[in-house]
T-cell receptor, first 116, second 114 residues
Framework: EDQVTQSPEALRLQEGESSSLNCSYT??????LFWYRQDPGKGPEFLFT???AGEEKEKERLKATLTKKESFLHITAPKPEDSATYLC?????????????????FGTGTKLQVIP | DAGVTQSPTHLIKTRGQHVTLRCSPI?????VSWYQQVLGQGPQFIFQ???????GRGNFPDRFSARQFPNYSSELNVNALLLGDSALYLC?????????????FGDGTRLSIL
């Protein structure tokens, strides 16, 4: 069974204090690893897709990296508006293809609070 | 362009009742997935529909059912509601519904069971 573990569960940073969030995964084969941001009372907002080990993607103060066993979301000089829960999810490879099948497994998220 | 829209935003029901939740995907997206998110947890996969056919089902009882219409909108139905069904129900859409494609989520329906 696919598993996604995120750490830490919660993280409190001072504004400008850089840090990293971790996502460890166990899947039979990876087709895509996704990072989402979720604000309270809202649905997850898509941030990045990573497809293969060594890949990196950046958006403003966020940078996502991928290895064969884990992904990191690096936050550089965070601002209070970066406060949210960050979710990691994996889309596994399957042995047979039946078209249009997308069972994605999510982690429980890291709740980030950035203090001014 | 409009994102994924869900209705209603909030719903209060009592145990044993039935509920229908609705979702309209992003224009051009043919895949719709439903997730249940309990407070403090990540979303859990319930169903995926692609081109009006069920393509995937998570570990949820038969009380949960769904369908997709010709315009690609979707309904999630839950019968014989239990207290444990209280959660945020999220709908997500993607263009072709494969595992390497990101999904785009609506803001969900908050379902409370009394």
């Amino acid at each position: 069974e696919d598993q996604v573990t995120q750490s830490p569960e919660a993280l409190r940073l001072q504004e400008g204090e850089s840090s990293s969030l971790n996502c460890s995964y166990t899947v039979s084969g990876l087709r895509g690893l996704f990072w989402y941001r979720q604000d309270p009372g809202k649905g997850p907002e898509f941030l990045f897709t990573l497809y293969s080990a060594g890949e990196e993607k950046e958006k403003e103060r966020l940078k996502a990296t991928l290895t064969k066993k884990e992904s990191f979301l690096h936050i550089t000089a965070p601002k209070p508006e970066d406060s949210a829960t960050y979710l990691c999810a994996v889309g596994p490879k399957r042995d047979t293809y039946s078209g249009g099948y997308q069972k994605v497994t999510f982690g429980t998220g890291t709740k980030l609070q950035v203090i001014p | 362009d409009a994102g994924v829209t869900q209705s209603p935003t909030h719903l209060i029901k009592t145990r044993g009742q039935h509920v229908t939740l609705r979702c309209s995907p992003i224009s051009g997206h043919k895949s719709v997935s439903w997730y249940q998110q309990v407070l403090g947890q990540g979303p859990q996969f319930i169903f995926q529909y692609y081109e009006k056919e069920e393509r995937g089902r998570g570990n949820f009882p038969d009380r949960f059912s769904a369908r997709q219409f010709p315009n690609y909108s979707s309904e999630l139905n839950v019968n014989a509601l239990l207290l444990g069904d209280s959660a945020l129900y999220l709908c997500a859409s993607s263009a072709s519904g494969t595992e390497n494609q990101p999904q785009h989520f609506g803001d969900g329906t908050r379902l409370s069971i009394l």
